[in-house]
Structures are given as structure tokens and as C-alpha cells.
């Protein structure tokens, strides 16, 4: 489960994952702002004295490529791959900025969020909204440090005069006159050192670096064999560091990770591009050495984990906290001082777990290896009490208490899934008139009303679930989608007019007074806000703000419908409305 | 070949004889002399020398009531490697069980360690309810065992109220024994007449311990052998 951190929280990497093989991803975004979102790779004083090591969109990777910039994907305004055991020792810090490309400042962010992802799974999050800035024009998201180990802290820190005065805080130089937003337009490369500056498109590896750097490999020494004579150093672009600072740093050091990578023992059979795997391999290296597995070259990482799986959920709707409420922040989930392999569970058999030549010295941060013991490995999923009616378990799970408010619950039959105390349920009908009605226009509940005192957990079939709370407003919600609301709501069903629909019409359900209907979509929905132009699929609208109106758009298209496999979108619904008003899509259409 | 989109999915290094990579696959390091039960058709991937011995005499032996007609819905897994087991996208919980007793449905169990004590059993009260028929699996031991959840988990703690903790069958995975179990048929005379309100019937647990429950009720038995 992922950790969150708040500003100015660090950790170790160990302590968050494993995995050595980074995925760092950055959310931000602003009404009609641009960001650049880079990463500096400094030295130990905090100087970018290897332009190499600005990675930004022009420059996508370090010369050994163990920074990547992977571009916008997954949710994620823009992402970057760090492994951290092929960057050379001269760097100590990545810093991770977004700037302000063009007008605005920082204050005008919505929220945002810097994570990590490793192993599959999301291991960090620090969220950031605009309401912490304000003037700036960048800002500093996190850092990566190397501190005996290489930890990671969410900075969070504004800073006034944009990307210039960020390079320019990091002793880079901006070469060039023209401002820093300048090189987002042009393909001129204002920052990127001579060997990659004629490289004009910016993203083909430059003659230089990184077509070599395919192994961890003695960087070529800063200046010299770099500024290949074919690309026409331009002068502006000088490297911003002395030349007799950068080199020794990097000729030295440099072979280090070269030789780790190796595997003690070549694994007979297994195939090079995964040592990990074998029997051996991934477990042998004693101590700290990671498994080969782990820094693959490029363009040979099979991982098991199949993209588009991403663990993140974010809650996204309207506003409110959805369902995202962990039970305890994972507690067993980090228990860093317990390396797992050392010590095997009071009573457990030795070998267990502990693949060949126990990876003594390997601290492990993630996970179940931590603690032995059914209570530990189910903390996280514990109930999550609160004192309020409705409480979010999980994404998919919602409890009620219906001792808090003191009036019954109307619930979709057959969604309760436990329940504590003394809860009755009863079958609620719909009344004559109800029944009729339900059964015309197809919003036909099954509901039953669930009274007394105790907690009802209501759920079905893992849809999420999100809590919408009215005070004295409406939603139309469609009656597939509802789960339960309070017995204090009153619904009733609505039409929506419009030619062109099979039927005639299209009936929704409207909730309307105080209290909370839940709702729950097929996989996260999104929530767009209603403007001149938005249209929905009838089959996939979920619910929206009573407020807007809704006018069926057919596209009428004689000519392709007359053919079979024509488009298949004939009726879409437009809403209008007032700014504030909403509308939910799920993913799925029924 | 550009692994933009890959990245940050290669596995983890191994920490832990079972380990979870993301949400809903399972990562089991396996060495030989310790074996593992895994349901039949969970593996998803394996790296190493792993042998599948599916419906193995023990387990038949064990597992004769499990499922009439049909074999166990378990193979042994042996060999040295990593193995990848999956359930249809299931969360996957794994836990390390410290001289613990679980009872664990049928169809949650993903896998666990085969020298673990483990029997099938029966759960008293619903032996004729129809369906899954709730078989349960009582695991016991030191050693790890992986559930799976059709979305995240909740663990309720019993014996917190006066009263008892009633869950739906369908959405039960697994319960700490010791807990007494009985059944509990919520019956009315309108349920005679078709007014039922859907929940007809309830495991109700009383005692110390815990029960876990998957936010959904679909307990649909997807991992079958095929042919």
C-alpha cells in the first residue's frame, strides 16, 4: 500500500520497496498551465556540474540511461525511470521540479502529486495542491538523496523565478539569452552540453552518450571525447561547469556499477536477460550486491506485471474522499528493521523464504517478510471505525452505522455482506404506483430497508463505491448504479425526453433532500464538469448534478446507418448547465 | 524496443518466500524439498526449474469431499524458481502464519506451503446449502498461505460487540478457528410470499477472533482445471 508522505517527510528507498528498478511518476496540472517537470542530477554539493544530468524534455536521459524521462502515461502528467544502482556515484541527489511554462504561477494548481512506483505496486505518494504556493513559478516536488543510501523526501518547496533561477540555483547556467520557457517551442537546446546540443529533435540518442551506455560503463569523461566535431559545438552552449571540475569526478568513480552488475555466478542455462530468475541468481549475491535482474539493460526487461495494471486509484470524484480510507497506514508494511531472511519467524523451518545464500545484509523494507503472524499480515485491511454514519471500508466496501442518525437505510438487495448487532431486514416494496412505474421506465429498485442498531458492511461485486452526501440538492443517478441511501431521501423517477431513442425515452432515477446516496461505478469513474460541449454515453453516464439539463444528441447519419457496423455512438445525451455542475462516467458501459 | 510503459514492473528482489507483485499476483520463491499446494491453473508465470504435479495422491486423499466427481482443485508445485500465481485479477493476500489456524473458503485459497497441517472441512449448519456448498480449508502451522479477495479485504473483529458478527456466505473468505459458527436463516413469513430482502441466510460468528470478507458476492469458483 502506498505511503503517504507529507512535506518534508523522508525515508529510505529500502524502507519504501525492494526494488531498485524505479518508476517515479508526477501529476500536475493547472487550468491552461504547462509544466516542465525535470529532474537535476546533482553532486555531492548540490551542483549540476554534469549537464548530462539534467533531464529534462530536451535531454530524455542520463548518458547511462539510469534516469529515463518516460513522458505522460498512466494518469501521470509526466514519469521518469531512475535505476538507482546504474547511476554513477558522482551523483548524490535527483531533484524532481515542475515549472511553469508561460503565464501563471504555482498558486493556480490544482492538486497534484509526486510517486513512486516499484515491483508493481505504488510505494510512495506526496500529494501537493496549489493552496501551498503561491507567487512561485516552480516548484521542487521531492528529492532523491543519497545519504549512505538513497532515501527520498517530498520537498514541496516553491521557488520564485522558474526553471532559469532553478538551473541557475543549481549552478547550471542558461546559455542562452532567451528565456527558459524559449526551448519548449524551438528544439533549441539551451541547456544540454555540447555533445548533445546539435542533436536538435533532442530524443535521438546523441552520438555521444547513450548509444554506448548500454552497460553501466565508464561515462566518457565530461568535455573531451564528447563534443563530437560533427555536431558543431555551438558556443553558447559551453558546458556551464568548468571542465576541470566535471572530469575527475566521473572518470573515477564511474566503473563501479560496471562491476557489480555481474553476477557472481553466471546461472548455466538461464537466459542473460533475466539472471533474476534462476534458481540462483536473484538470491546468491550476498549482501548488497542487487540481483543482475534488477538493472536490466535496456529493451530486455520482461516484467511479469502487465502495464495499464497501475495501482493507482485515485480518487476522483467530485471532490469528496472517495472510498480510499486505509484501515492504519500499513503498518506491518514497513518494519524496517527487521530483514527478513536473518530472521526467520520464531519456529519457522530455516530454509523458508530464504532462497540460497540468504540475502543477509539486504534490509527489506516491503512487506509480508516483516512480521510473521495472521494479525500482522491482515492489519491493513482492518476495519476502519470512525463515529460517522457512512464510512468508506475501501474503495468497494462501505459500512454504515446505523446507530448514528437513527433513521434506516434503503439498500440494494442482497449487498449486505456482514453486519454486527441487532440489524433487521425487511424487504421494502414500491408501492402500487411504484411497481407500475418502475416497471415502465425500467429504474426499478430492489431495495430493502435495513433498521435497528449496528454496523451493516454493504458491497457488491468489488464496483466502487463513492458516497455522495446532499444537502437540500438533487442528482439524477441511474437506478442500476445505486447501491443504498438514506430513508430520509426522497427519489423519484424522471424523464428525459428525446427523439431517436428506442423507447422513446430514458428514465433516470433523481435523489432528492438531505442525507447520502452511494453510488457505485464499474471500475473509476470521471467526473467532468459541465460545459457548452459535454456529451455522454447514455449506456456509460452514471449519475449527475440535478441542476444541469439534459438534451438527447443523436447523431442521425442515414448514409452509415444503414450499413451494418456503423459507429455504434447514435444517442448521446448533452448536458447543460450552470458551472458547478457535474457528471459521473464509469469506464464500462452496461 | 521502448519499455516506457513497462517500467517500474520488473520484480522486486526477493524478500520473502511469498511476496505480493502489485495487488493481485503473487510471487512465491521456491526451492526444492519445500513444496507448494497451489490451485490448479493459478500459475501465471514461473522463472526456474518448477514441476506441476496436479491432483496429487495426498491431496485426493484429503480432498475427497471437496468437490464430488471432480479432482482437487490443488497441484504441487516443487522445483526451485519464482513462481507467479494469479487468480482473474483477484487481490491477493499473503500471510505468515506463526503457529495459526485459519479457516480459509475454498475459493479464496491460492496457495500455501505443503508442510503446513491442513485439512478440508465442512462448515456445519449449511452443509446442504447449494452452490459452492461451503468446504472450507483449515490451515494450521508455521508457513505462509495466500488468499485471494475480489476486491480489498476487510477484517472485522468478532466478540467486539454483545452481539454476533452475521456475514453472507458468498462473501466470506476466511476466519480465525476458534470462532463458533452457526448458521442463521433470517426467515419471515413475507419471505414465504416472495418479499424476501435478499438475505436469507447468514454464517453468524461469536468469540474471539476475526473474520475476513471480500466486498463482493460473487464467489464463483474460476480457477478449474480445464480438460
Known amino acids: 500500500m502506498a505511503r503517504e508522505f507529507q512535506r518534508g517527510h523522508k525515508a529510505k528507498i529500502s524502507d519504501l520497496t525492494a526494488g531498485r528498478d524505479l518508476y517515479i511518476g508526477v501529476q500536475v496540472a493547472g487550468p491552461g498551465l504547462t509544466f516542465d517537470i525535470s529532474c537535476f542530477g546533482l553532486d555531492a554539493d548540490e551542483r549540476l556540474s554534469d549537464d548530462r544530468y539534467f533531464i529534462f524534455f530536451n535531454q530524455p536521459k542520463s548518458p547511462e540511461e539510469a534516469i529515463q524521462q518516460l513522458g505522460a502515461q498512466a494518469g501521470d502528467t509526466e514519469s521518469f525511470r531512475v535505476t538507482l544502482d546504474s547511476i554513477p556515484s558522482s551523483i548524490h541527489k535527483l531533484s524532481f521540479t515542475a515549472t511553469l511554462d508561460g503565464a501563471g504561477q504555482m498558486s493556480q494548481i490544482g492538486s497534484g502529486y509526486i510517486r513512486i512506483v516499484a515491483g508493481g505496486e505504488e510505494v510512495a505518494r506526496y500529494a501537493f495542491s496549489g493552496a501551498e504556493f503561491s507567487t512561485e513559478r516552480a516548484v521542487m516536488l521531492g528529492d532523491f538523496y543519497l545519504k549512505d543510501v538513497w532515501r527520498f523526501a517530498a520537498v514541496g518547496q516553491g521557488f520564485d523565478g522558474g526553471l532559469e533561477a532553478l538551473l541557475k540555483n543549481f549552478g547550471g547556467q542558461v546559455a542562452e539569452e532567451e528565456p527558459a520557457p524559449a526551448p519548449a517551442q524551438g528544439g533549441a537546446p539551451g541547456f544540454a552540453p555540447p555533445g548533445q546540443a546539435a542533436a536538435a529533435p533532442g530524443f535521438s540518442p546523441p552520438a555521444g552518450g547513450p548509444s554506448a551506455a548500454q552497460q553501466p560503463q565508464p561515462a566518457p569523461a565530461f568535455g573531451a571525447p564528447q563534443g563530437t566535431p560533427s555536431q558543431g559545438t555551438p558556443p553558447q552552449a559551453t558546458p556551464p561547469q568548468p571542465a576541470s571540475q566535471a572530469p575527475p569526478q566521473h572518470t573515477s568513480p564511474q566503473p563501479a556499477p560496471a562491476a557489480q552488475h555481474t553476477p557472481p555466478q553466471p546461472a548455466p542455462g538461464s537466459p542473460q536477460m533475466h539472471g533474476a530468475p534462476t534458481i540462483a541468481a536473484p538470491i546468491a549475491p550476498p549482501g548488497q550486491v542487487p540481483p543482475p535482474g534488477q538493472t536490466p539493460p535496456p529493451g530486455q526487461v520482461p516484467p511479469p506485471g502487465p502495464p495499464g495494471q497501475f495501482p493507482g486509484q485515485q480518487p476522483q470524484f467530485g471532490g469528496q474522499p472517495p472510498g480510499q480510507a486505509p484501515p492504519a497506514p500499513a503498518p506491518y508494511g514497513q518494519p524496517p528493521a527487521q530483514p527478513y531472511p536473518g530472521q526467520p519467524g520464531p519456529g519457522q523451518p530455516a530454509p523458508y523464504g530464504q532462497p540460497q545464500g540468504a540475502p543477509q545484509g539486504v534490509p527489506q523494507g516491503q512487506g509480508q517478510g516483516g512480521a510473521p503472524g495472521v494479525q500482522a499480515a491482515l492489519a491493513q485491511y482492518r476495519e476502519a471505525p470512525t463515529g460517522q454514519r457512512w464510512t468508506p471500508q475501501n474503495p468497494r466496501l462501505m459500512r454504515v452505522d446505523l446507530g448514528v442518525g437513527g433513521q434506516p437505510v434503503l439498500a440494494r438487495q442482497g449487498t449486505m455482506v456482514l453486519y454486527q448487532g441487532k440489524v433487521d431486514f425487511s424487504y421494502k416494496g414500491a408501492g402500487f404506483r411504484g411497481r407500475i412505474v418502475g416497471n415502465a421506465t425500467g429504474q426499478e429498485m430492489q431495495l430493502m430497508r435495513c433498521t435497528g442498531q449496528g454496523q451493516v458492511f454493504l458491497a457488491e461485486n468489488a464496483a466502487e463505491l463513492h458516497p455522495i452526501e446532499l444537502q437540500g440538492d438533487a442528482i439524477c443517478v441511474s437506478a442500476e448504479s445505486v447501491l443504498a441511501f438514506d430513508e430520509s431521501l426522497q427519489h423519484e423517477v424522471r424523464r428525459i425526453e428525446g427523439h431517436g431513442i428506442p423507447g422513446g425515452a430514458l428514465f433516470t432515477m433523481q435523489f432528492q433532500g438531505t442525507g447520502t446516496v452511494i453510488v457505485k461505478t464499474e471500475g473509476t469513474p470521471v467526473v467532468l464538469p459541465v460545459t457548452p460541449t459535454t456529451f455522454a454515453d447514455s449506456n456509460a453516464i452514471v449519475a449527475w448534478s440535478a441542476g444541469s439539463q439534459v438534451i438527447i444528441s443523436s447523431q442521425v447519419r442515414l448514409r452509415r446507418a444503414a450499413y451494418p457496423g456503423h459507429s455504434g455512438e447514435t444517442v448521446n445525451l448533452q448536458f447543460r448547465g450552470a458551472p458547478g455542475n457535474f457528471i459521473v462516467v464509469q469506464p464500462y458501459e452496461v | ?227
Not at chain 2, 520463491?29 to 491432483?55: C, I, K
Not at chain 2, 508445485?77 to 507467479?84: E, F, K, M, R
Not at chain 2, 467486539?160 to 473468505?173: F, K, S
Request: net charge neutral; aromatic share 8%; proline share 4%.
Open chain 2, 1 to 227: 524496443m521502448d519499455q516506457q510503459l513497462i517500467t517500474g514492473y520488473a520484480p522486486a528482489p526477493v524478500a520473502a518466500r511469498m511476496e505480493n507483485h502489485g495487488a493481485s499476483m503473487l510471487k512465491v520463491a521456491m526451492q526444492s524439498g519445500q513444496d507448494l499446494f497451489a490451485r490448479t491453473g493459478s500459475m501465471v508465470a514461473y522463472e526456474g526449474f518448477v514441476q506441476y504435479e496436479p491432483n496429487p495422491p495426498a491431496v485426493r486423499q484429503m480432498a475427497s469431499q471437496w468437490l464430488t466427481g471432480e479432482g482437487a482443485p490443488l497441484m504441487r508445485c516443487s522445483g526451485d524458481g519464482l513462481l507467479y500465481l494469479a487468480d482473474y485479477g483477484a487481490n491477493v493476500v499473503c500471510i505468515n502464519l506463526n503457529g495459526d489456524s485459519l479457516s480459509v473458503n475454498g475459493t479464496n485459497l491460492l496457495a500455501f506451503d505443503a508442510h503446513l497441517q491442513w485439512g478440508v472441512e465442512r462448515v456445519k449448519g449449511i452443509a446442504k446449502f447449494a452452490g459452492q456448498g461451503l468446504f472450507n480449508v483449515g490451515v494450521s502451522g508455521t508457513g505462509w498461505v495466500a488468499l485471494t479477495s475480489r476486491g480489498t479485504p476487510i477484517v472485522v473483529d468478532c466478540g467486539r460487540g454483545e452481539d454476533e458478527t452475521y456475514v453472507d456466505p458468498d462473501a466470506l473468505v476466511a476466519w480465525s478457528t476458534g470462532l463458533k459458527v452457526k448458521g442463521k436463516r433470517s426467515f419471515k413469513a413475507s419471505s414465504l410470499i416472495g418479499r424476501g430482502s435478499g438475505e436469507a441466510y447468514q454464517l453468524g460468528f461469536s468469540g474471539q477472533g476475526f473474520v475476513v470478507v471480500q466486498p463482493s458476492e460473487d464467489s464463483t469458483d474460476r480457477l478449474r482445471a480445464r480438460g
